[in-house]
């Protein structure tokens, strides 16, 4: 493990589409530098359970709807919308969450597709970019997520889209995007380590 030091970032933020592998590098990254790990999932299902959809619709937008009907009715730029909305919206909480961390708090590595690259200012951020097939094979793979669909391949075209828009807007934002081919966690944890800025 390493020293946690003023040497390194005392946030690194990770982002990248859903199935890009983000959380498990970001664990392996946390464990590796000592760190806290956090995901935007979590800091979202705290958002919703505190708020409701009248009062903030935003970080609500399948509020009473089954996932799989709300990726077969959502034309694909209301998708995006959608998306872009409740990530904004998010983003305070995720602010406020790593504000005391940059100066006197436990340091932490942050990860989540919520990490866009508009946002990224305050600390060194990173974007797993993997390729959108397989990102679909993950999809596919994960038969929970489109089990019971009434159009399963409809369920995960739309969903695969939705992360082929956000590869394309990082592509065309992000400072900072690590293309991902066939490397194993751990190979891209170290590329990470390796790449991290060292204060003097």
């Known amino acids: 493990m390493v020293k946690v030091t003023a040497e ?8 990248g ?13 946390a464990a590796r530098l000592g760190y806290d790990h956090i995901g935007t999932d979590d800091l979202s299902t705290a958002a919703r359970a505190a708020t409701t959809p ?6 609500h937008p399948m509020a009473g709807i089954d996932h799989r009907d709300y ?16 990530h904004r919206a998010l983003w305070p909480i995720v602010e406020a969450v790593m504000a005391p961390r940059l100066d006197w708090g436990d340091p932490a590595v942050i990860e989540g597709w919520a990490i866009l690259p508009e946002f990224a200012a305050k600390t060194y951020t990173c974007w797993l970019r993997v390729d959108i ?25 739309a969903f695969t889209g939705q992360c082929h828009r956000y590869n394309e807007h990082i592509d065309r934002t992000a400072p900072n ?5 066939a490397e194993t966690p751990d190979e891209i944890c170290a590329r990470i380590l390796r790449d991290l800025p060292r204060h003097p």
Request: aromatic fraction near 8%; avoid cysteine; hydrophobic fraction near 45%.
């Open 54 to 59: 009248a009062s903030d619709p935003d970080l």
């Open 177 to 181: 995007v690590i293309r991902i081919g």
């Open 133 to 157: 097939e397989l990102i679909e094979k993950r999809i596919r793979d994960d038969t929970e997520f489109w089990r019971g669909a009434a159009d399963p391949e409809k369920v995960i075209a």
């Open 8 to 15: 390194f970032p005392r946030v690194i933020a990770i982002g």
């Open 71 to 86: 990726y077969l009715r959502t034309p694909a730029d209301q998708l995006w919308q959608h998306f872009i909305r409740a």
């Open 17 to 29: 589409a859903p199935r890009s592998g983000k959380s498990t590098v970001a664990r392996l990254v």
